[in-house]
């Protein structure tokens, strides 16, 4: 979820950018979401992106530290082996 601010009311709300359709800057900035809900928000077009971007970044982020452990977690219960390991978290396996 990202954090923005609306311009109207001055109410601070959280959006999930999975949702976002597009975002238009005229006079004002407003956030398209794809069930056609539009929000009027204080922020910049570009500030809303670097969120958008930093958001993305922390979900893989966190991702790939969880099958980091998960894999960790595969070879110290005696998978031995992590090719096996990885297939296993990927559920390939």
């Known amino acids: 979820m990202i954090h923005l601010t609306r311009l109207r ?3 601070p709300f959280f959006l999930n950018p999975d949702l976002f359709e597009r975002v238009d800057t005229n006079v004002d900035t407003v956030v398209h979401l794809s069930n056609g809900t539009e929000y009027v928000v204080s922020e910049p ?3 809303i992106v670097r969120r958008i971007i930093e958001h ?3 979900v893989l982020a966190l991702a790939a530290i969880i099958q980091a452990k998960a894999m960790e977690a595969e070879v110290a219960a005696g998978a031995g ?3 096996a390991a990885a297939e296993l978290v990927a559920g390939v396996r």
């Open 56 to 58: 993305r970044a922390r």
């Open 45 to 47: 077009a570009d500030e």
């Open 81 to 83: 082996d992590p090719v």
């Open 9 to 11: 009311h001055a109410e």
